[in-house]
């Protein structure tokens, strides 16, 4: 855990300065880091893709997980957990700014902190070997970035500590579990499905290129690894059939 507990520090720290200092910067030049930040992520996002083996699994993965994610309204309920945070921050029931600012922080840091390789193959080492040396590495950047988005979409983005608290923390104390269930080919596809997911995350949040419901198309991580498995399960019998 002493990499997530780094982890989620340096989002407070990185987020409570750029609320600290956020406002002397001109808008021109926060919308000019925000861009900045969403071509970088854009970029770690499809760089991720290509290490893909199948896409074809990638595909099925974000077309069934995204199904899933419009049935169970991911994001709707993400979105509502943002706009109670925001009601619970403010005592006097006052706005603290923009509404759509605050839920919009709170969802993109989340996402971005939590989805990508470094979360998970970070987390099992931790919690595994106790070698923290790849969340330290995620920790820097998510405290540049926390500090950038924290001054240009507000408080919300502190809230995503907690994501990264309880989401790394999970995975590190089942990390002997998911190590056991995971092969590297089911890495490498989950790694390609996150690196899409944070492409539209770009698209979507940061850019504002399109619209986006990036949330619901989280439940295609499950379905990465469980594609992969069920290719390996049916490729000896194609095989015996002459099709493989």
């Known amino acids: 855990m002493t990499g997530t507990l780094l982890n989620t520090a340096t989002v407070l720290i990185g987020g409570g300065l750029g609320l600290a200092f956020g406002a002397r910067l001109p808008d021109r030049l926060r ?3 925000l861009a900045a930040l969403g071509l970088f992520v854009a970029g770690l996002g499809l760089q991720m893709f290509l290490e893909t083996q199948n896409p074809l699994i990638d595909v099925a993965s974000l077309l ?3 199904v899933v994610g419009e049935w169970l309204r991911i994001e709707d309920r ?4 943002g706009r109670w945070l925001e009601s619970r921050w403010s005592a006097d029931g006052s706005e603290l700014a923009d509404r759509r600012n ?4 709170f969802v ?3 996402l971005l902190f939590c989805v990508g390789p470094l979360s998970i193959v970070g987390a099992i080492q931790d919690g595994l070997l106790g070698d923290y040396h790849l969340l330290a590495v995620k920790a820097l950047l998510d405290g540049f970035a926390s500090l950038a988005f924290a001054s240009t979409l507000g408080v919300g ?3 995503a500590a907690a994501v990264v608290l309880v989401y790394q923390g999970t995975i590190s104390l089942l990390a002997a579990q998911a190590q056991a269930a995971l092969s590297q080919p089911m890495m490498t596809e989950l790694t390609a499905v996150g690196g899409l ?3 539209g995350l770009a698209i979507s949040s940061l850019l504002e290129l399109r619209r986006i419901r990036t949330s619901n198309l989280l439940p295609a991580l499950v379905f990465a690894p469980l594609l992969v498995q069920v290719v390996a399960w049916l490729a000896p019998l194609l095989r015996g059939l002459g099709l493989g």
């Open 102 to 105: 605050f839920v919009r922080g």
């Open 64 to 66: 069934l997980g995204g």
């Open 197 to 199: 997911i944070i492409l």
């Open 31 to 33: 919308e000019t880091v």
């Open 108 to 110: 993109t840091a989340s």
């Open 157 to 159: 983005v502190l809230f």
């Open 78 to 81: 993400l979105n509502a957990v």
